[in-house]
């Protein structure tokens, strides 16, 4: 059965146990409203630890004023049978006062990747991750924390903080789950109307296309962006936010599509902003 705590002292606690029995620990840091995305997470931490740590926490600092902090859906019971289903062992859900006390004042932050894709259009957003995903580190100390591929660019900056501050956690990613007609799970799928809902399969199929205009010998990432962006438009109502082509380590822009490279976008539809890639 999956225990609910609401403090670090807890959580502590309940490591220190399981490391006095020499057990590893597996960690995945979510802001809850659980889909098969997070279960997959989940599941592969379970496989691969003895005891496994989920955090249910929406976090305010990586929300900029007029995002969807407020209606971010919170479902704490759905989530925790979820999880229980799953085999996690603790669920912690702390408030917000439990990680931002009063006077708290310091952050975590990088300056390169944290500036690119995502972070041109939500500036301070990967700040507040970086800072919220170290605190909960320093509390679960886990061996190794999952994250999913649909957020490869937190991902990447996740992995630079580990390198960079020295905290001792192997920082996985697994691949994106999918509906079945290709739209990346995510919780920001709830804000989607039936029509909408439809719409946003664009997202995928742009990015099928471009697999295979590379597939086929494209190699201009200008050509493959340009399809993309018409594929997308052609849909009533979306807004593209970007559409990228990187190198998948530095999230530098290509010329060519050489090597592994990272396609990436963010549309918006109606109320929702979002975003997947592909690395080809
Ligand atoms: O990906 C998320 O759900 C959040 O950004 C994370 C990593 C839990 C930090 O709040």
């Known amino acids: 059965m999956t225990r609910l705590v609401e403090t670090a002292v807890e959580v502590r606690e309940f490591v220190a146990a399981c490391r006095k029995r020499g057990g590893s620990i597996g960690f995945v840091p979510t802001m809850g409203a659980f889909h098969e995305g997070h279960l997959s997470l989940m599941r592969q931490a379970a496989r691969q630890n003895d005891a496994v740590v989920v955090s249910i926490f929406v976090n305010p600092i990586q929300f900029a004023a007029g995002?969807?902090?407020?209606?971010?859906?919170?479902?704490?019971?759905?989530?925790?049978?979820?999880?229980?289903?799953?085999?996690?062992?603790?669920?912690?859900?702390?408030s917000v006062a439990e990680m931002y006390p009063k006077g708290f004042d310091s952050y975590v932050d990088q300056t390169d990747l944290p500036s690119k894709l995502c972070g041109s259009f939500r500036p301070g957003h990967f700040r507040g991750v970086m800072t919220i995903v170290t605190k909960l580190f320093n509390i679960v100390k886990p061996d190794t924390a999952y994250f999913g591929q649909k957020d490869y660019q937190q991902y990447l900056i996740l992995r630079r903080t580990a390198v960079d501050l020295n905290l001792d956690v192997d920082v996985r990613v697994l691949p994106t789950v999918r509906e079945e007609d290709g739209l990346a799970m995510s919780s920001r799928n709830f804000y989607l109307g039936p029509k909408q809902r439809k719409d946003a399969t664009c997202l995928h199929e742009a990015l099928e296309c471009a697999a295979k205009l590379v597939d086929g010998g494209e190699n201009s990432a200008a050509r493959v962006a340009a399809e993309m962006r018409r594929l997308i438009r052609k849909v009533k109502g979306t807004r593209v936010e970007y559409i990228e082509i990187v190198n998948s380590e530095t999230l530098?822009?290509?010329?060519?599509?050489?090597?592994?490279?990272?396609?990436?976008?963010?549309?918006?539809?109606?109320?929702?902003?979002?975003?997947?890639?592909l690395i080809v």
Do not use: H, W
Not at 77 to 91: C, F, H, P, Q, Y
Not at 261 to 276: E, M, N, P, Q, S
């Open 67 to 94: 995002e969807d902090y407020d209606r971010y859906p919170r479902r704490l019971e759905k989530d925790t049978r979820m999880a229980d289903s799953e085999g996690v062992d603790l669920i912690f859900f702390p």
């Open 252 to 277: 530098e822009p290509v010329k060519e599509v050489k090597g592994r490279t990272l396609i990436a976008l963010a549309v918006r539809i109606g109320k929702a902003r979002l975003i997947d890639n």
